[in-house]
Every structure is written in C-alpha cells, then in structure tokens.
C-alpha cells in the first residue's frame, strides 16, 4: 500500500495526482482518505468528487495534536480507523491511502507511521523522515486497535 502523508493544503493535490493515475489507468487507482482535523476546525475536508471522476472513500476524524489533555486522540478514534480501514468494501482494495492533518507533520505522520507498519511491515520511512514527528500517542493507539481488533 502506497502511504502519503500530507498537510490539509497539499491533500488536494495529492488526490489530483491519484485520480490522474486513475484515468491513466495505472496502479494505484483504488484511493482512500483520513482527514484528521483539529476539535476547533469549523470546516470540513470536502472535494468534488464528480470532478475527480472517482468516489473516494473518506474518514474524518477530530482530535487535536497532544498527548494528554481533554481532546487528544481516543481508542474509539482508533477502533473508526480499523473499521474504515477493514471495511468489506475497502480491505482488500485500498492501494493508496492519503492520510492529512493541518500540518501534515505529527498526527497524520502517526496514523500513517502505524498503517505503514501494519499493511507494509515498515514505518521507519516516517520515523527517519527529517519531515515528520509522528505522536507517538496516536502512533500507539492506532497499532493497539488493530492488534486488539484483528
């Protein structure tokens, strides 16, 4: 599975660049989405899907970027990512999955390093990265509800 970490302003044209691959028809065209926003975000990641040819499955999460405190990331928020991630229609589709924050530097980078290691076997492309901090508590959270769940 091909893991991109983006901010929410380059998510955009992350998914231009996968449904150009789409229409090309090369791999990589089966696209899924986890919009991680913070919990004063007024505005919802939202694309026109219409233009991009393709439905994209989404997943919007809101928690903010900490490791203690009253918004933090949940087992609940984790459990939504392995349902999402496992879903019938998904599970054995998913060839690139985008994963954005407002940054694009810890709380994506923690999902993404966590996925990485569950469906490639590897995160240390995110935790050798110069360009992400991964949250370690998100990172964690994620890996104990697939562990937990699988």
Do not use: Q
């Not at 007024?42 to 009253?70: C, H, Q, W, Y």
């Not at 229609?89 to 940054?103: K, P, R, W």
């Not at 980078?109 to 991964?134: C, E, Q, R, T």
């Not at 508590?137 to 769940?149: G, P």
Request: hydrophobic share 40%.
């Amino acid at each position: 599975m091909n893991i991109i970490i983006s901010s929410r302003r380059d998510v955009y044209n992350h998914i231009a660049t996968e449904n150009l691959r789409h229409v090309a028809g090369d791999k990589g065209t089966n696209l899924v989405v986890i919009s991680i926003l913070d919990r004063k975000d007024n505005e919802l990641f939202k694309f026109n899907s219409k233009e991009l040819e393709v439905d994209i499955p989404l997943l919007t999460l809101r928690f903010d970027d900490a490791n203690s405190g009253d918004y933090i990331m949940t087992k609940e928020d984790a459990n939504e990512i392995w349902k999402f991630m496992n879903s019938e229609s998904l599970v054995s589709n998913i060839e690139t999955l985008i994963v954005h924050c407002a940054g694009g530097i810890s709380r994506s980078a923690g999902v993404a390093a966590a996925l990485s290691k569950i469906y490639n076997n590897d995160d240390m492309w995110v935790f050798k990265s110069n360009l992400y901090v991964p949250n370690t508590h998100v990172y964690n959270l994620v890996l104990s509800a697939f562990y937990e769940n699988s």
